[in-house]
């Protein structure tokens, strides 16, 4: 995928949920099959500060999407990526665990002393359990002489840059045009209602 302006047709937008982005794209990716729409590109992250994403990752809204390889280095030229918490599952909708999930936050300067940033990834990964690369079929794998994916390379990542009045939770208020709209005006005393 190399022009980021031709990625859907106009109308279409891109809002995966997080089995969507593993068993749909993250899967068939490390399997080296081709992901139809071909969306996400592969992007070296580390390079890049995430305020430096915009054209080089595929983006929708205030979120950008791309897969990169796994590596432990997760420094850029400002600043680096902190893990926060412990990983995720990702499951199916049949409640199978596809994947998981790990959230970073982005700190400028460097470790340990940076300014923490409002950008965040989700980096998702393949679980080893669900899938045909697990080691305990690696011995079946050998016997097939069929090549052994290695899903531990490829992960997708979700970057995007929370508001100030988030308080990291998903449920974000958003408010109506109309609400917006009231807000803006400075005197609503001028505003005449119909009898």
Request: charged share 30%; with cysteine.
């Amino acid at each position: 995928m190399g022009d980021n302006n031709v990625n859907l047709p106009p109308g279409f937008r891109f809002y995966p949920t997080d089995e969507e982005l593993v068993v749909h794209f993250l899967q068939r990716k490390a399997a080296l099959l081709p992901c139809h729409p071909d969306v996400i590109p592969d992007l070296d992250l580390y390079p890049y500060d995430p305020w430096e994403l915009d054209g080089r990752a595929m983006a929708e809204g205030n979120k950008w999407y791309f897969f990169s390889r796994k590596t432990p280095n997760r420094i850029t030229e400002n600043g680096y990526w902190k893990p926060l918490g412990v990983d995720e599952p990702v499951f199916t909708g049949a409640n199978k665990k596809v994947g998981m999930k790990k959230y970073y936050v982005f700190y400028v300067g460097e470790a340990p002393g940076g300014t923490k940033t409002n950008w965040v990834m989700q980096e998702y990964r393949l679980s080893d359990g669900g899938s045909s690369s697990s080691s305990s079929s690696s011995r079946s794998s050998k016997r097939r002489s069929s090549p052994k994916v290695d899903y531990s390379k490829w992960v997708l990542c979700r970057v995007f840059e929370r508001r100030n009045d988030d308080d990291g939770d998903d449920g974000e208020t958003q408010l109506s045009c109309l609400d917006e709209v009231f807000l803006s005006m400075e005197d609503l005393e001028e505003i005449s209602l119909p009898n």
